[in-house]
């Protein structure tokens, strides 16, 4: 058992846990991630590990609720435990010194998004870090973030806080003032990266995203998580998550995610409808 002893609400829907899991904090690196399970019959949730506290033991995971699983983790608070956590997994971020890095984040893409940013600002990189969301009070980690980076760039869609639209056009205004940018990273919805990665590839800018994909096992077995990068199968547990933005199929991808939403909205109707009387399967 994994118990969380620090929680909090960072915006409506979205949870920040602090869960001792010393073995993976003493390992965890920029870009590692862990799968999550609530109960023995729970569903495994691939989570990129937000921050990692080697002295306390501690791991930081945010997760926002999208369906059954997320939100019954939304209501986990201090005290409580995870069943599993399994990690680290996947590989870690390569982190080089290379100039001028801009990191792109949309939604809570900022949470896995902060260990690459810290590592890029610790060797010496200039990190520029454009944050998205769809309004003002959905941004968030904005304390932690403008203390890892240089410069910070808010966007939000409807233009109530910094740049009014996308990280994408954020982030094209940002090169088009003729700032030099040495290394992209894009972390947060698909067509988000898919976006960021469109820009990127006119100015020859080297970028990496992180591939949200669906995953069972974490550990390249099962093959769920197959992506196709530069016209190769890859598996994303073991081979990423993260992989050069600019030969990703990313419209291959978003029909791969869209498999299984007929029955993830089942489930997720039932559990609202059921929650709070069903203890069979409860901590």
Do not use: W
Not at 8 to 26: D, I, M, Q, T, Y
Not at 46 to 72: F, H, M, R, W, Y
Not at 91 to 115: C, D, E, K, Q, S
Not at 265 to 281: F, L, N, Q, S
């Amino acid at each position: 058992m994994f118990r969380i002893v620090d929680a909090s609400v960072l915006a409506p829907g979205v949870h920040r846990f602090e869960v001792e899991a010393p073995l993976v904090a003493k390992r965890a690196r920029a870009g590692n991630f862990v799968i999550v399970r609530t109960n023995a019959t729970g569903e495994r949730v691939p989570l990129t590990i937000a921050g990692n506290d080697p002295d306390k033991g501690t791991i930081t995971l945010v997760v926002q609720e999208v369906g059954k699983s997320t939100q019954e983790m939304g209501t986990f608070g201090v005290g409580d435990s995870f069943l599993d956590v399994v990690g680290p997994l996947g590989t870690a971020t390569h982190i080089a010194r290379v100039g001028a890095v801009v990191a792109i984040a949309g939604g809570i893409g900022v949470a896995p998004m902060l260990p690459e940013i810290r590592a890029h600002k610790a060797i010496g990189n200039h990190v520029i870090s454009i944050v998205g969301a769809r309004t003002k009070d959905l941004l968030i980690l904005t304390e932690e973030v403008e203390k890892a980076s240089d410069e910070v760039i808010y966007a939000t869609d409807d233009g109530s806080f910094g740049y009014h639209g996308f990280v994408s056009g954020a982030l094209e205004a940002l090169i088009q003032s003729g700032r030099e940018i040495n290394e992209a990273i894009a972390i947060g919805p698909v067509r988000m990266m898919q976006a960021a990665v469109n820009v990127t590839r006119k100015y020859n800018i080297h970028t990496l995203v992180s591939l949200n994909a669906i995953m069972v096992d974490g550990t390249g077995m099962c093959g769920c998580c197959r992506v196709t990068v530069g016209g190769e199968v890859k598996f994303s547990c073991v081979d990423g998550p993260e992989f050069d933005g600019h030969k990703v199929d990313f419209d291959e991808l978003v029909a791969r995610q869209s498999f299984f939403c007929a029955k993830e909205k089942i489930a997720k109707d039932h559990y609202e409808a059921t929650r709070g009387e069903c203890k069979c399967h409860g901590r």
